[in-house]
T-cell receptor, first 115, second 113 residues
C-alpha cells in the first residue's frame, strides 16, 4: 500500500496562473480531505469529500475547487493563483472504520509558492 | 477563531525525562481528540487519540489525558527519546458527519541527548 500520494512535491506559480494538485489513495477510503498549513500555523481544512461525487467546503475554501469522480482521487484546483495561497497543502483520507476512530492518514504534502 | 490552541510553540527536554505537551479547546461539541506527530517535509502521522468518554488513554510511552471540565488535554511522553523530536499537533472533532478535524498550531519538541 502506497497510502496517500500527492503530486507534485513542489511548485512555483506566477500570480494568476492555475494548477491542479493531485491526490490519490489506495486504501479504499470513503472520506478525503484537503488541508493547507501556513508557517507557524495549524492545518486548516479547505474541502472534503464523503464519497465519489460528494464534496463540501471546509474552513478556508475560497480560491479553490475540488472534484471527486472516483474513490481513489481527489484533485484540488487553484484557478487564479494569489500570493495568499503560498502554503503547504496536505491531502488526507479516512475509512468508515479505521484502527482508531477518526484517524486520518496524510500524504507527504505539496509545497506551493505563488510569486 | 482558533478552536484548538497549543500555547507553547516549543519545548526542550532532556533524553529520558518526561515531555508534557498541552492543548486547550473552546468548542464543547468536540468529543474526540487526537495527537499527530510531524517531521519536516513529511505529512502528519497519527500518534494517539482519546474519546470524551475517557479521561486517559495509554499506548506504550505515550499517554493522553483529557479534562473535559477544563477543556484541556495533554500528551505525556515517558521516557523521551531523541527520535521524538518533531512538531506535535493536537486535533479535535465531533463524532458526526465527516468528522472534520480542527488542529492546533503545534508544539515543536526537541529532545536533547
Amino acid at each position: 500500500n502506497a497510502g496517500v500520494t500527492q503530486t507534485p512535491k513542489f511548485r512555483i506559480l506566477k500570480i494568476g496562473q492555475s494548477m491542479t494538485l493531485q491526490c490519490t489513495q489506495d486504501m479504499n477510503h470513503n472520506y478525503m480531505y484537503w488541508y493547507r498549513q501556513d508557517p507557524g500555523m495549524g492545518l486548516k481544512l479547505i474541502y472534503y469529500s464523503v464519497g465519489a461525487g460528494i464534496t463540501d467546503k471546509g474552513e478556508v475554501p475560497n480560491g479553490y475547487n475540488v472534484s471527486r469522480s472516483t474513490t481513489e482521487d481527489f484533485p484540488l484546483r487553484l484557478e487564479l493563483a494569489a500570493p495568499s495561497q503560498t502554503s503547504v497543502y496536505f491531502c488526507a483520507s479516512k475509512g468508515l472504520a479505521g484502527n482508531s476512530y477518526n484517524e486520518q492518514f496524510f500524504g507527504p504534502g505539496t509545497r506551493l509558492t505563488v510569486l | 477563531d482558533q478552536q484548538v490552541k497549543q500555547n507553547s510553540p516549543s519545548l526542550s527536554v532532556q533524553e529520558g525525562r518526561i515531555s508534557i505537551l498541552n492543548c486547550d479547546y473552546t468548542n464543547s461539541m468536540f468529543d474526540y481528540f487526537l495527537w499527530y506527530k510531524k517531521y519536516p517535509a513529511e505529512g502528519p502521522t497519527f500518534l494517539i487519540s482519546i474519546s470524551s468518554i475517557k479521561d486517559k488513554n495509554e499506548d506504550g510511552r505515550f499517554t493522553v489525558f483529557l479534562n473535559k471540565s477544563a477543556k484541556h488535554l495533554s500528551l505525556h511522553i515517558v521516557p523521551s527519546q531523541p527520535g521524538d523530536s518533531a512538531v506535535y499537533f493536537c486535533a479535535a472533532s465531533e463524532q458526526t458527519g465527516a468528522n472534520n478535524l480542527f488542529f492546533g498550531t503545534g508544539t515543536r519538541l526537541t529532545v536533547i541527548p
